[in-house]
């Protein structure tokens, strides 16, 4: 006859019943998340391949934040002496950005929104139809890169390089986080820095020394943090080094284009009406396109050049309703230039006061 199993001990036990008890808790988490994507609209919902891009991009750029303040952290405590601190330190990895995907941080809207217009216009990049006007004639950052003009020459190679090292970091599945603002890179320091003193307390307990070496590590990265060098910006001093005349903006939106350079065309675009490249790319990105329609003939684009811009588009985003497009062309190309101005007038606005604008349009709670 059999015995049975050995009862468990009382700790054993005790955790048991503590994961039969969250087990309602995390089954009631996940109905409400269910729910929720049940009802979501279809054009709010990510399509798989821009789900994981994302996912990718925010588990790196968290990574690279977070390896670079425990690494230098580990350092100091070296330095000073502490050898087994700093072991602890570089061993006791805890999973950043569950940590904070459960506190709830990683749903800042700022953050999300820059790693998402970040991907969507990587992913729309890639898929541009590629078009040469001629044959053999080199690619229009090479040629730029190349010309008379020694502003605009560097400029060009600068593009170059900093595009480069993004594609790099991204094939390596690396990619720095330099690649954020100034702001976001601040905010995931000092939330990447919580989250490793968290970590560290609960496996070694409150060391102050270990809390000053995670403090001078986050400053060292916040001090060494250039969003100069995006290509972002990069990208904007191009086309201000460019200064692009009336007649020769058409071509060279095109020419950005064809040659799947989608952020030098909105930096072009963005010098041309005067709007912020993050805010070009914002209406860039809309499938809808009425913003980007109004923008391409705020620049005085007539009605050919806006056409090719938006089958481009078209072509690389499924989103867009080309049909829908089509339809209302004649409409768009018939928009007066200074009608289109005016009406984004409001984007042009420095984008601290923008945000201010639109605090004081909230109603109050008081």
Same mark, same amino acid.
């Given at each position: 006859?059999?015995?049975?199993? *050995?009862?468990?001990?009382?700790?054993?036990?005790?955790?048991?019943?503590?994961?039969?008890?969250?087990?309602?808790?995390?089954?009631?988490?996940?109905?409400?998340?269910?729910?929720?994507?049940?009802?979501?609209?279809?054009?709010?919902?990510?399509?798989?391949?821009?789900?994981?891009?994302?996912?990718?991009?925010?588990?790196?750029?968290? #990574?690279?934040?977070?390896?670079?303040?425990?690494?230098?952290?580990?350092?100091?405590?070296? #330095?000073? #002496?502490?050898?087994?601190?700093?072991?602890?330190?570089l061993?006791?990895?805890?999973?950043?950005?569950?940590?904070?995907?459960?506190? /709830?941080?990683?749903?800042?809207?700022?953050?999300?929104?820059?790693?998402?217009?970040?991907?969507?216009?990587?992913?729309?990049?890639?898929?541009?139809?590629?078009?040469?006007?001629?044959?053999?004639?080199?690619?229009?950052?090479?040629?730029?890169?190349?010309?008379?003009?020694?502003?605009?020459?560097?400029?060009?190679?600068?593009?170059l390089?900093a595009?480069?090292?993004?594609?790099?970091?991204?094939?390596?599945?690396?990619? /720095?986080?330099?690649?954020?603002?100034?702001?976001?890179?601040?905010?995931?320091?000092?939330?990447?820095?919580?989250?490793?003193?968290?970590?560290?307390?609960?496996?070694?307990?409150?060391?102050?020394?270990?809390?000053r070496?995670i403090?001078?590590?986050?400053?060292?990265?916040? /001090?060494?943090?250039?969003?100069?060098?995006?290509?972002?910006?990069?990208?904007?001093?191009?086309?201000?080094?460019?200064?692009?005349?009336?007649?020769?903006?058409?071509p060279?939106?095109?020419?950005?284009?064809?040659?799947?350079?989608?952020?030098?065309?909105?930096?072009?675009? #963005?010098?041309?009406?005067?709007?912020?490249?993050?805010?070009?790319?914002?209406?860039?990105?809309? *499938?809808?396109?009425?913003?980007?329609?109004?923008?391409?003939r705020?620049?005085?684009?007539?009605?050919?050049?806006?056409?090719?811009?938006?089958?481009?588009?078209a072509?690389?985003? *499924?989103?867009?309703?080309?049909?829908?497009?089509?339809?209302?062309?004649?409409?768009?190309?018939?928009?007066?230039?200074?009608?289109?101005?005016?009406?984004?007038?409001?984007?042009?606005?420095?984008?601290?006061?923008?945000?201010?604008i639109?605090?004081?349009?909230?109603?109050?709670?008081?």
């Amino acid at each position: 006859m059999s015995a049975g199993p *050995p009862p468990l001990d009382r700790a054993s036990l005790d955790a048991r019943l503590a994961a039969a008890r969250g087990a309602a808790g995390r089954a009631a988490a996940r109905l409400t998340g269910t729910i929720a994507d049940f009802f979501l609209a279809d054009d709010a919902r990510l399509d798989e391949r821009t789900r994981h891009a994302v996912a990718a991009v925010l588990a790196a750029t968290v #990574g690279a934040v977070e390896t670079d303040i425990r690494r230098h952290a580990a350092r100091i405590l070296a #330095g000073r #002496g502490a050898d087994a601190r700093a072991e602890a330190l570089l061993q006791n990895h805890d999973e950043v950005v569950r940590r904070l995907a459960r506190a /709830g941080l990683l749903r800042d809207r700022r953050l999300m929104d820059e790693l998402l217009a970040r991907v969507r216009a990587d992913l729309i990049a890639e898929a541009l139809p590629i078009h040469h006007a001629v044959a053999d004639r080199p690619s229009l950052l090479i040629r730029l890169a190349d010309v008379d003009d020694s502003i605009v020459a560097a400029a060009a190679r600068a593009l170059l390089a900093a595009e480069a090292r993004r594609r790099s970091a991204s094939d390596n599945g690396t990619p /720095g986080a330099g690649d954020l603002t100034a702001e976001r890179h601040h905010q995931l320091v000092w939330w990447s820095a919580a989250c490793i003193r968290e970590a560290s307390a609960a496996a070694i307990g409150e060391d102050a020394a270990v809390d000053r070496a995670i403090v001078e590590a986050a400053h060292r990265s916040l /001090g060494a943090h250039d969003e100069g060098g995006r290509v972002e910006a990069v990208a904007m001093r191009l086309a201000g080094a460019i200064d692009a005349r009336a007649d020769e903006l058409g071509p060279l939106l095109l020419e950005a284009l064809a040659d799947r350079r989608l952020l030098l065309f909105i930096a072009v675009l #963005g010098r041309a009406v005067d709007l912020d490249f993050d805010v070009a790319r914002e209406i860039l990105l809309e *499938p809808e396109g009425d913003r980007l329609w109004l923008a391409l003939r705020a620049a005085a684009l007539d009605r050919a050049t806006i056409a090719q811009i938006a089958l481009a588009l078209a072509d690389a985003d *499924p989103r867009r309703n080309i049909e829908q497009f089509a339809d209302e062309l004649d409409a768009i190309a018939a928009v007066p230039v200074e009608a289109a101005r005016s009406s984004l007038a409001p984007l042009t606005l420095h984008h601290d006061l923008r945000a201010a604008i639109d605090a004081l349009t909230r109603e109050s709670n008081w």
